[in-house]
């Protein structure tokens, strides 16, 4: 069974300084990973994928996620955190080597990430 | 471009009442799907569409219905609305299986 885990509810960090938001998953097979952020009274918006190739994907905003294997985890990170960086954020999954049509992702319940000036 | 549209913005309805939430998107994609937002839930996938005329269910379907009959739109019955249908509901489409989704601005109902 697939699954996708954000252990955080809501992060908090101060302006300028680096950010973390966590993502663990599980799948049986090899994993498509997303990031995807959402703003007060918005659609979610794509940030960057991870589906083969170099472990450190760099997606919008500045933002860039570590795709390791052993740990089971994708975690969002940026150097340097801004104010307008305050949003929901969202880690879906999806096992890529599922033999079927429906292109399901499994979605994380997300995790506010609040920067204070 | 639009991307994906939603109407309404802002709905309520009556427990027992039907309405359409409609969705279309203008970039040609094959794949489009609905989920519910709820607090500390994430997004669940109602249903989905793999290209017009084929749909399925995804994790809750009950109470909802839906049609694709044109590549565009892709409209979500809720066929008699219970308080239980409060929530965000959002539209999404994408080109390919391994490609990002694209989502409408979301319309939030409230069952009454």
């Known amino acids: 069974a697939q699954s996708v885990a954000q252990p955080e509810d809501q992060v908090n960090v101060a302006e300028g300084n680096p950010l973390t938001v966590k993502c663990t998953y599980s799948v049986s097979g090899n994993p498509y990973l997303f990031w995807y952020v959402q703003y007060p009274n918005r659609g979610l918006q794509f940030l960057l994928k991870?589906?083969?190739?170099d472990n450190l994907v760099k997606g919008s905003y500045g933002f860039e996620a570590e795709f390791n294997k052993s740990q089971t985890s994708f975690h969002l990170k940026k150097p340097s955190a801004l104010v307008s960086d305050s949003a929901l954020y969202f880690c879906a999954v999806r096992d890529w080597g599922l033999m079927d049509s429906n292109y399901q992702l499994i979605w994380g319940a997300g995790t506010k990430l609040i920067i204070k000036p | 471009n639009a991307g994906v549209t939603q109407t309404p913005k802002f709905q309520v309805l009556k427990t027992g009442q039907s309405m359409t939430l409609q969705c279309a998107q203008d970039?040609?994609?094959?794949?489009m799907s609905w989920y519910r937002q709820d607090p500390g839930m994430g997004l669940r996938l109602i249903h989905y569409?793999?290209?017009?005329?084929?749909?399925d269910q995804g994790e809750v379907p009950n109470g909802y219905n839906v049609s694709r009959s044109t590549t565009e739109d892709f409209p979500l019955r809720l066929l008699s609305a219970a308080p239980s249908q409060t929530s965000v509901y959002f539209c999404?489409?994408?080109?390919?299986?391994?490609?990002?989704?694209?989502f409408g601005p979301g319309t939030r109902l409230t069952v009454l």
């Open positions: 991870y589906i083969t190739g």
């Open positions: 999404a489409s994408k080109l390919a299986i391994g490609g990002e989704q694209f």
């Open positions: 970039m040609n994609h094959e794949y």
């Open positions: 569409s793999v290209g017009a005329g084929i749909t």
